[in-house]
């Protein structure tokens, strides 16, 4: 059973840094891309960094420059290093990944999501 674990959270006050991380464990499972999204009180969940295998990453507006997303898909890991953090950054953050599943002789589509990692920023 594929499951991604999460780590790294907590509260930093404004301006400080975090450093996300999360490993994919399970097997049969071939990644197409690992990324992050963030869930605001009282908002959508949206994409932060994503990106697949061998391509260049891409980030919402909001975090460009202060955020970069690492893969490492041999080792089944994504980490987000957070720099410059402010009090719009607190959310739940959830890492995600999408692959192919083997099943029997063949693959099934996948996505999994983690149980999120609460990020608060103080002002």
């Known amino acids: 059973q594929v499951q991604l674990v999460e780590s790294g959270g907590g509260l930093v006050q404004a301006g400080g840094s975090l450093t996300l991380s999360c490993v994919l464990s399970g097997k049969d499972f071939s990644i197409n891309a690992m990324c992050w999204y963030r869930q605001a009180p009282g908002k959508q969940r949206e994409s932060v960094a994503s990106?697949?295998?061998?391509?260049?990453?891409t980030y919402t507006d909001s975090v460009k420059g202060r955020f970069t997303i690492s893969r490492d898909y041999a080792k089944k890991t994504v980490s987000l290093q957070m720099n410059n953090l402010k009090p719009e950054d607190t959310a739940v953050y959830y890492c995600?990944?999408?692959?192919?599943?083997?099943?029997?002789?063949?693959?099934?589509?996948?996505?999994?999501w983690g149980k999120g990692n609460l990020v608060t920023v103080s002002s």
């Open positions: 995600n990944a999408d692959g192919r599943l083997q099943v029997g002789v063949g693959h099934r589509a996948m996505e999994y």
């Open positions: 990106g697949n295998s061998g391509g260049s990453p």
